[in-house]
């Protein structure tokens, strides 16, 4: 058995001295792969200590079927992603608030009034914020706002319906 399989099978079963020296000689590895792939040394310290963690965390979950640097670069390359999409979800919420609040200041401007319910409408995942503005604000029919959708008008009338029981939801804890 080689000395890596022996140190891995040691974690597994709880010797923390085995997954300490099995972490230490891949740490190097992980954290230069990820300077790679994000052209940022803090970022890829960060990253590939989340994945020391995350391996510590699931180490009786590795199962041999492939190499333990393989297993480590692989919750290294999840972990990235997932840090790229929480940024990009971030950045999208950030450029959302800041347009809201430069079209509140426009209309505030021009004297026209930003009712309370177009905050809790602004709240809503665009699936359900088009359709309810389109059928509520503009008056457009199911069958009107499904062409322009793309969608089946029964998708509509659904996403109306579930829009509007969460903006009622909203609303009614904002007044409590």
Known sequence: MSEEREQIRKAQAGDSHALAILLQSHYSMVVRYLIKVTMEPHIAEDIAQDTMMKAMEKIKLYNG???FSSWLMTIA???YIDML?????????LDQEAALRKIKWHMARQGEDWPEVLDAVHSL?????????????????????????????????SRVFHGLKTLRKELNADEE
């Open 65 to 67: 079927q492939s190499s």
């Open 77 to 79: 390359t999840r972990l």
């Open 85 to 93: 999409r929480r940024k990009k979800r971030e950045k999208l919420w």
């Open 125 to 157: 995942p665009y699936e359900y914020r088009i359709p309810i503005i389109l059928k509520h604000y503009y008056g457009y029919a199911y069958d009107e706002i499904a062409r322009m959708m793309s969608i089946p008008a029964g998708t509509v009338k």
